[in-house]
């Protein structure tokens, strides 16, 4: 005999109640999940229970965009029935759009500070913990990207500097030449006119025995000349 038709109403059974919302909960969560990841769709999920617990199921955890886009989705095809209709409901539903919106983000603020965690399951907690590593690593990325852009623009700046420094250097080293060339040409001048003088002759240098020898000579010729002299003059006298 085949199953018959299951009457769906409310569980009295308190115990039976809980178990059985646990049971279909995990299901519908498996379900949406599948068919995100078979048919390539954004879904999202959310279950409150009787006692306000929540349960949600949001593709690539982005709950936050996907009820967006379903609210400018709702948007465009209310302005296509009613274009030029604008009520009071209108605003009013617009107040609590965007009350909702604030508090849920108000709500995932506390949760990336680590607040208000009670109510999370561990599933929820898990997912919280997956992006909050994710955004390390992005602003850790981000921040090795800034470091090693200052470095190179660092490095750029003292390339920059030093070829200046050299740049410097070369100026003044042919400054120092340009003031040190007309001294040069002074100092080949003088030089120059110094070698034009006429040069002084050699003196005759005699040593003390040579001197002595001629000396000797003269002495001996004188002798010579006056020894007859000296013989006349003896001569008459001893007449």
């Known amino acids: 005999m085949g199953r018959g038709r299951v009457q769906l109403k409310r569980i009295e059974n308190k115990i039976n109640r809980q178990v059985t919302f646990s ?74 759009r965007l009350k909702a919106k604030v508090e849920v983000l108000q709500r995932n603020h506390r949760h990336y500070l680590g607040e208000d965690l009670d109510s999370l399951t561990l599933k929820e907690i898990q997912s919280l913990e997956q992006q909050l590593d994710t955004a390390h690593k992005q602003i850790r990325l981000r921040k090795n990207q800034l470091m090693h852009e200052s470095i190179t623009e660092l490095q750029r700046k003292e390339r920059a500097i030093q070829e200046q420094n050299n740049l410097l250097a070369k100026k003044i080293k042919e400054k120092e030449k340009a003031a040190a060339q007309p001294q040069i040409q002074n100092w080949e001048q003088q030089n120059h006119d110094l070698d034009l003088l006429p040069q002084p002759l050699p003196c005759l240098n005699i040593g003390g025995t040579q001197q002595d020898e001629f000396l000797q000579v003269r002495r001996n010729q004188l002798d010579l000349t006056l020894e007859p002299f000296y013989s006349c003059h003896l001569g008459c006298f001893a007449a």
């Not at 999202?44 to 349960?55: D, Q, R, T, Y």
């Not at 379903?70 to 604008?86: G, H, I, K, M, T």
């Open 23 to 96: 049971k279909r909960s995990t299901g519908l969560l498996k379900k949406a999940h599948e068919i995100s990841v078979l048919c390539d769709a954004q879904v999202a999920l959310i279950v409150f229970s009787n006692k306000g617990k929540l349960l949600e199921y949001a593709t690539d955890s982005c709950m936050e965009q996907i009820l967006e886009r379903y609210e400018r989705y709702s948007y465009a095809e209310r302005q296509l029935v009613e274009p030029d209709f604008e009520s009071q409901g209108n605003w009013t539903f617009e107040y609590s």
